[in-house]
T-cell receptor
Framework: AQSVTQLGSHVSVSEGALVLLRCNYS??????LFWYVQYPNQGLQLLLK??????LVKGINGFEAEFKKSETSFHLTKPSAHMSDAAEYFCAVSRKGGTSYGKLTFGQGTILTVHP | SQTIHQWPATLVQPVGSPLSLECTVE??????LYWYRQAAGRGLQLLFY??????ISSEVPQNLSASRPQDRQFILSSKKLLLSDSGFYLCAWSASPYEQYFGPGTRLTVT
């Protein structure tokens, strides 16, 4: 079975500061990993994905994440936070080589607050 | 490009009433389709997934059901709503087995 743990249900940063959202996964086989962002009362938007190519993945809105197999981590970072980054962020894992329906397992989410 | 629609956007229904939420996808064929529920503070719960017309699997026992009458249409239904059915319902599609793309969601309040 696979699982995802997001460390910290709430993260608060100042505008211009580094954003670091933590995600650790558990999977019996090499996984595919994803970060999604959700703004209030909206659906989830795919930020970036790791699919076994480069371990450092760049996404939209200046975010990036690094796959570290030895640490079973896929932390999301952004060098300088903007007010518009305030949202809830979800890490998700999919089992590589799984069945065709491709189930995603989501973490519980991290709410990012950005202070002026 | 692909687009996913959900309606209605918001819904207030009394306990015991029926439910029908609709999801349609444009710009792709034979997508995998998913229904999720997002209750306050509880993350995303996969309810149903479908790999084709009339091929639907349920993830959790509940009083909800799903149907896929057409290739790009996915419907979530209930005969009698419970208070615990309140939440934010999200439909998603995927063309590959992996990343999913989400619709705008339906906010359901059962009173």
């Amino acid at each position: 079975a696979q699982s995802v743990t997001q460390l910290g249900s709430h993260v608060s940063v100042s505008e211009g500061a580094l954003v670091l959202l933590r995600c650790n996964y558990s999977s019996s086989v090499p996984p595919y990993l994803f970060w999604y962002v959700q703004y209030p009362n909206q659906g989830l938007q795919l930020l970036l994905k790791y699919t076994s190519a480069a371990t450092l993945v760049k996404g939209i809105n200046g975010f990036e994440a690094e796959f570290k197999k030895s640490e079973t981590s896929f932390h999301l970072t952004k060098p300088s936070a903007h007010m518009s980054d305030a949202a809830e962020y979800f890490c998700a894992v999919s089992r590589k080589g799984g069945t065709s329906y491709g189930k995603l397992t989501f973490g519980q989410g991290t709410i990012l607050t950005v202070h002026p | 490009s692909q687009t996913i629609h959900q309606w209605p956007a918001t819904l207030v229904q009394p306990v015991g009433s029926p439910l029908s939420l609709e999801c349609t996808v444009e710009g792709t064929s034979n997508p995998n389709l998913y229904w999720y529920r997002q209750a306050a503070g509880r993350g995303l719960q996969l309810l149903f997934y479908s790999i084709g017309i009339d091929q639907i699997s349920s993830e959790v026992p509940q009083n909800l059901s799903a149907s896929r009458p057409q290739d790009r249409q996915f419907i979530l239904s209930s005969k009698k709503l419970l208070l615990s059915d309140s939440g934010f319902y999200l439909c998603a599609w995927s063309a590959s087995p992996y990343e999913q793309y989400f619709g705008p969601g339906t906010r359901l309040t059962v009173t």
